[in-house]
C-alpha cells in the first residue's frame, strides 16, 4: 500500500526576508528588520526604519509589517 509523507519546506528567516525584500522592496535606512514563525508556515515580518533623530542614531520605527506564508513548493506569499 502507498505510504504519503507530507515534508514541509522550512526556509530560514535571511531567505523569508529576502523574498519580502524583492517583492515588496527594501526601504532606505533598514535598521533591523525579522522575520517571527506565528504558526506552522507562517510568518510575521517586520522593519524598522531609522528615524535618523541625531540624539538617538539607533532610535526606529516599524515602517512594514506583513503577514507570509511559506508553501511547500517554496512559492511565498505576502498579505499586507
Known sequence: FPVTINIHLKLSESEILSEVYIQMGRPDNVIKDIAINVFDN?????????IEHPLMPK???????????VYDSGEVVIKQ
Do not use: D, P
Request: hydrophobic share 45%; glycine share 4%.
Open 42 to 50: 507562517h510568518y510575521r515580518v517586520n522593519i524598522w526604519q531609522s
Open 59 to 69: 532610535a526606529g520605527k516599524i515602517v512594514a509589517s506583513y503577514f507570509v506564508t
